[in-house]
């Protein structure tokens, strides 16, 4: 059976989440990721994407996450050495044509980025970690849109302008506001959740029999995280939701059947507000391992 994976985006720890998930599918399905015919990463997801393209397992994931000398150093240090809560503050005009982008396609969170200043945070922390990395899979993709088209591209994928692993995830990761946009080929890119949070339906020309999504930043209708922080959460959550289903519809009309994984309620209130909150990244994992073996007994529909 030829099966795809979906990264989605997540930041800190939305990536945290993912790698419990993938523990659990892998315990599960008996199904090693890194045996993926095609990994597509966005932002966070585009990180974890690049490890397993390079043959980081999960286990290794999850022992970087647990800061464990089983894990090599450059994927233990970027686990438990996270950028900061918060980011430096933004200063620049914004980025003007990625607005009028977002209005002209009716996409509110491209509008918003387009309005953020542009960000001054150093992606160092992903340098360290693609540096140590070389990849050797055929079909890793990282996700990050095209400020002036609104137009997104999978790095890595036939067609993409070429591009080094250090500035594919770098662009994939751009957060607006957050990270500068990444210069690549004289084009300038921003984190691909910018248009989508996972952007499953890129793979659906491959004649894939199963695409599996892992999605922190979507979720089911109706779950959310309460209180303030969880209604400004749900700003974007929401809206990624609703182009996370219609990915899948085309997907699934397309004949390939889709396994879809998001947070539970439950998750989402160990995950918090603030995904990119290095304190929650260990709540984050655990709670994944905890709670999504019992949905995949489901089918992984959430």
Known sequence: MRRGLVLGCGGTVGSAWQ?????AIEAAWQW???TAAVIVGTSGGASLGAMLGAGVGVEEMVAGQSGEADARASVRHFFTKPPAPLPALPIGLPLGRLAMQGLRRRRRLMALAGLAPPGRTRPDFLDRLTKDLSVTHPAVWQVAVEVRSGERVAFGAPGAPPASLS????????VPGWYPPVTIGGRCYLDGGVSSTAS???????????VLVVA?????????????GGR???V????????????IALLEAAGTRVARLCPSAAELAEMGPNFMDPRRRLPAMRAALRHVP?????GARQ
């Open 236 to 247: 974007m959550r929401k809206p990624m939701s609703r182009g996370l289903d219609r990915e």
């Open 216 to 228: 922190p930043m979507a979720s089911a209708a109706g779950v959310r995280i309460g209180g303030v």
């Open 167 to 174: 500035a594919a995830v770098r662009a994939s990761w751009a």
């Open 200 to 210: 499953a339906d890129l793979v659906r020309d491959l004649t894939l029999d199963e």
């Open 232 to 234: 400004l959460e749900s």
């Open 32 to 34: 090693d990721p890194r």
């Open 294 to 298: 019992a949905r995949l007994s489901e």
């Open 19 to 23: 790698v419990g998930a993938l523990a």
